[in-house]
């Protein structure tokens, strides 16, 4: 097993979703083997207009024969594994390539190392991932309670113990943990929508600075709902309860629907923004998806 760099890009002609499974021709076959079980990093090319770099980890489960498609492969990701980075990692950083590997032996970018599925090392998995968390707490707890134990070392702390085990086992807990990826899901969310409420438009910031907002899932974790931006949307606290118990939906048009449960639809009706419609992030491209959408509307909305 070895860490991987999987190349995908928005408007990816493979039948892609990154969540959930990728696409390659066989050329490639031997390298993504050889990730099976371990963590590959997306990455954007910087040539795509509003690249986002190398923007997230997953933990590859399986590859598989593309039976619709010729030549083709599937490697399926773990569910529940892939984390998209809180702070996504540019391809030049100010010391130099995030991607070390790519450097030939004169230190020159080798072209013959930039192919769409290659190896990583782990001293560059450490570090792209390290710096796409940075700023959030992924320090784990020695016992249950998160608020006031004391907190292990992060893995990704270059000067910690030197067994390779426990560094692969801590970086593992880490990147598993539903602590950790609640806070990343948070700053993605926060950050795609400008922390405004995407049903009643307001923007608030308490006295300390923080955004009166939370990350809501569409699909939520319980029911195998990824931690991806098109699975989310910023809510405030009302619209975010409201939603998770049914009373607000939204159609494939993202027109907000109210349940006919609401006891008080004058005051539901006040609370959402003029235009009916949800307010989506600032890329069109980090909007729900319309699976998302339906499953809602299947399994919560009461209609």
């Not at 990154?18 to 696409?23: D, H, L, S, V």
């Amino acid at each position: 097993m070895s860490f991987g760099i999987f190349i995908h890009r928005a408007d990816s002609i493979y039948n892609d979703s990154p969540a959930e499974r990728y696409q390659f021709p066989k050329r490639y076959l031997k390298a993504a083997k050889s990730c099976v079980g371990d963590w590959i990093v997306y990455y954007e090319p910087t040539k795509v207009l509003g690249t986002k770099g190398y923007y997230a980890v997953a933990q590859i489960a399986e590859i598989v024969r593309d039976e619709s498609a010729h030549d083709m492969y599937l490697a399926y990701v773990k569910p529940g594994s892939y984390l998209e980075f809180a702070n996504p990692v540019p391809f030049n950083l100010d010391d130099g390539l995030a991607e070390t590997g790519l450097l030939n032996a004169n230190g020159q970018i080798s072209g013959l190392r930039q192919s769409a599925v290659r190896p990583l090392s782990a001293r560059d998995f450490n570090r792209i991932v390290g710096i796409g968390l940075a700023d959030i707490d992924v320090f784990l707890p020695r016992v249950d309670d998160v608020e006031h134990s004391e907190p292990l070392r992060s893995e990704f702390d270059d000067e910690q113990a030197p067994f390779e085990y426990e560094q692969e086992r801590v970086r593992h807990t880490a990147l598993t943990s539903r602590v950790v990826r609640d806070k990343v899901f948070r700053r993605v969310i926060l950050r795609a929508y400008d922390e405004r409420c995407a049903v009643t438009g307001l923007k608030l910031i308490n006295g300390g600075g923080r955004a009166e907002v939370e990350a809501a899932h569409i699909r939520p974790v319980e029911a195998n709902g990824p931690d991806i931006v098109n699975n989310g949307m910023a809510l405030s606290g009302t619209a975010h309860w409201m939603f998770d118990r049914g009373l607000i939906g939204l159609a494939d048009n993202q027109e907000i629907m109210i349940s006919r449960h609401v006891n008080d639809r004058d005051g539901v009706e006040s609370m959402i923004n003029t235009t009916g419609r949800l307010i989506g992030p600032l890329k069109a491209r980090d909007g729900p998806h319309p699976a998302f959408l339906a499953w809602h509307r299947d399994n919560c909305f009461k209609h």
